[in-house]
C-alpha cells in the first residue's frame, strides 16, 4: 500500500512540475510581447489545463460524451462553428449513441485510433447522410464491432478504436437550435474496483508532461506563419482526420501581421462543397471571442459574388469603405491583434481548394470597388 501511495504522490508532483515548468516557458516565451498576450498565454495555458481536467477520469464501460472544447476550455485550434461531444471507449464493447441535430446542416460521428494527445487516425465514420434522422431531427446508431442484429444504423468500431467525437456544424452557432447527444453500453457492466492506485498515478504523471509541453507546441505551431506572414498555404498536416480532425475537410492556413489602421484582405473563388468557413486564432491556438465579437463566418452569412469571396481582417469594421460606397468586405474582428492566425475550413468539396489572392492595406483605402 505504501508503495502505490508513493507513487501517486510522486506523480502529483510531476503534475505540479509540468505546470510550473509550462509557466516558466511561457515567461520567456511571450517575453517581448505586450501586456495583452502575456496574460493571453497563460489563459490559454490555464483553458487547456482546464480542458483536460475535465476528460481526466475516463470510464470506458460506461462512458460519456463530453461537450468538448467550449469557451472556457479552448485547446489547440478549437471552432466555436462547431458543436463537439467526446467519448472513450472500448472497441469491444457496443453501445448505443442517441441525440438531435438541432439545427445543424451537417452531423457526423467518427471513431479514431489514438496514440498520443495530438495523434490519431479516423478509423470508422457515420455522417448525417447516412442516419436515419426523423421529422424532429433524432437519430439513435448502435457503435460496435459486429452490425446490430436490429439492421439499424451502426458505427463500425475497428480494432484499436478508442475515441468517438459526435460534431454538429451550424451556419449560425449563436442563433441556431442546439442538439444533443449521449453514449450508454448495451452490454451488462461490473462495478469497477473504487480506483487503480497505478492506473491514476500514471495518468496523472502524463497530464503533468501534457501541460509542459504546452508551450513548445505553441510556439512549434506558429513558426511557420511568423517567419510568413500574410500569407495563406494548404495545411495538407490537417488532411484524412489526422490530429482528431474531420476526415473531409479541406484546410487553408495562414496568419496576419499588421500595424495600427491596416487590413488584410483575403479574395478568392469559392470551391463547391458541403459547408465552408473562416475562422481567427491567437498565437495561442485558441479562437477568439466569438462570444462577443465577429471572429468567424460561415458559408450561410457569407456574401459572395460572381462566385467569389472578400474577406478583411482588421481591428474594426470597414464598413462600405471610403472609396464612394462600394462593398468593403465580410469583416473579421482581430481584437487590435498585431499578429494572430486565420484558418478556412471546405468540407466535401467537389474541386481543387484554391488559394486566396492576399493583400495588406490600409484600412481607409477599402471600399469602392465593386
Not at 107 to 136: C, M, Q, V
Not at 241 to 268: D, H, K
Amino acid at each position: 500500500m505504501g508503495s502505490e501511495t508513493s507513487k501517486a504522490a510522486q506523480a502529483w508532483s510531476a503534475l505540479v512540475d509540468g505546470l510550473k515548468a509550462a509557466g516558466e516557458q511561457l515567461a520567456v516565451d511571450t517575453a517581448d510581447l505586450d501586456p495583452i498576450e502575456q496574460a493571453d498565454a497563460f489563459r490559454a495555458l490555464l483553458r487547456g489545463l482546464n480542458n483536460q481536467l475535465g476528460r481526466f477520469e475516463v470510464d470506458r464501460e460506461r462512458p460519456e460524451l463530453l461537450p468538448f472544447n467550449g469557451w472556457r476550455q479552448k485547446m489547440f485550434m478549437d471552432n466555436p462553428d462547431f458543436l463537439y461531444w467526446v467519448a472513450d471507449i472500448r472497441d469491444d464493447r457496443r453501445y448505443r449513441i442517441s441525440g438531435s441535430v438541432g439545427d445543424a446542416a451537417y452531423t457526423s460521428i467518427t471513431a479514431y485510433s489514438a496514440s498520443g494527445a495530438l495523434t490519431a487516425e479516423a478509423t470508422g465514420r457515420t455522417d448525417s447522410d447516412r442516419l436515419g434522422i426523423d421529422s424532429e431531427g433524432n437519430f439513435a446508431l448502435t457503435v460496435s464491432r459486429e452490425p446490430p442484429a436490429d439492421g439499424g444504423d451502426w458505427l463500425e468500431l475497428p480494432e484499436g478504436a478508442s475515441v468517438v467525437w459526435v460534431r454538429h456544424f451550424h451556419d449560425d452557432a449563436a442563433n441556431d437550435r442546439i442538439g444533443w447527444c449521449r453514449i450508454e453500453p448495451l452490454d451488462a457492466v461490473a462495478a469497477p474496483a473504487p480506483i487503480e492506485p497505478g492506473r491514476f498515478a500514471h495518468r496523472l504523471e502524463r497530464l503533468g508532461q501534457g501541460i509542459g509541453m504546452f508551450p513548445s507546441i505553441f510556439a512549434a505551431s506558429v513558426a511557420d506563419d511568423l517567419a510568413h506572414p500574410n500569407e495563406v498555404r494548404h495545411w495538407s498536416e490537417m488532411a484524412g482526420g489526422s490530429a482528431f480532425t474531420e476526415p473531409n475537410i479541406s484546410y487553408l492556413r495562414g496568419a496576419w501581421e499588421l500595424e495600427q489602421g491596416e487590413a488584410l484582405v483575403l479574395e478568392g473563388d469559392l470551391v463547391a462543397c458541403r459547408y465552408w468557413s473562416v475562422l481567427l486564432y491567437s498565437r495561442h491556438l485558441n479562437s477568439l471571442d466569438h462570444r462577443n465579437r465577429r471572429v468567424s463566418l460561415t458559408g450561410a452569412r457569407a456574401r459572395i459574388v460572381d462566385g467569389r469571396y472578400r474577406i478583411v481582417l482588421a481591428a474594426s469594421d470597414p464598413g462600405d469603405g471610403d472609396g464612394g460606397g462600394g462593398w468593403a468586405g465580410d469583416w473579421l474582428d482581430t481584437e487590435g491583434r498585431r499578429f494572430g492566425l486565420v484558418v478556412f475550413r471546405f468540407l466535401q468539396t467537389r474541386g481543387e481548394v484554391a488559394l486566396p489572392a492576399v493583400r495588406r492595406c490600409r484600412l481607409d483605402e477599402l471600399g469602392g470597388d465593386r
